[in-house]
């Protein structure tokens, strides 16, 4: 049986970073599946040794991506607002270490990063950078985008 941080597309064991809705529930899945989720395309998912997603925060629909905090150091970690819903300037400022900017990743999701990170000397953030497309200095943050003010 997958593991809990495993990719559920089938053939795939790479560590997980979203969860997608499909019509056979929530499932768990890693930065290459989430993008082509997105982009509308069909994912085979392992349905019969993949465990659903239990993560709702509290929303009337699973969040297109679990917030997830990646820090410099590769720990990713998943993290809530603390309402539930959304992330107050205050709570992003702490998360990624500074005033923010907020990068567009796809139609539903953003990656709120520090705008300051390169002054600062941070080091690249390998994750970041991946899901991004371009390179990412310090830690990042993950979310759907209504869940940014």
């Known amino acids: 049986m997958k593991g809990i941080k495993t990719c559920s597309v089938v053939g ?22 989430m993008r082509e989720a997105n982009e509308g395309r069909l994912l085979t998912i392992d349905t019969e040794n993949s465990a659903l ?9 699973p969040p297109v991506v679990i ?3 990646l820090p410099v150091d590769g720990g990713i970690r998943c993290i809530q607002p603390h309402n539930t819903m959304t992330f107050t300037t205050e709570e992003l400022q702490n998360h990624v270490g500074g005033y923010f900017e907020i990068l567009h990743i796809d139609a539903s999701n ?8 390169m002054l600062k000397q941070s080091s690249p953030n390998s994750v970041a950078s991946l899901l991004a497309g371009q390179t990412i200095y310090g830690d990042a943050l993950v979310c759907a ?4 003010p």
Not at 17 to 26: K, L, Q, Y
Not at 110 to 117: G, K, R, S, T
Not at 145 to 148: A, E, G, I, L, P
Request: hydrophobic share 45%; aromatic share 6%; glycine share 4%.
């Open 12 to 33: 795939c064991d790479k560590s997980v970073v979203a969860a997608v809705e499909t019509p056979a529930g929530v499932y768990r899945v890693c930065i290459q599946h």
């Open 53 to 61: 997603a239990p993560f709702y925060a509290g929303t009337e629909r």
């Open 67 to 69: 917030p997830r905090l």
């Open 110 to 117: 953003v990656m709120v990063i520090d705008e300051d990170a």
């Open 145 to 148: 985008s209504d869940m940014v």
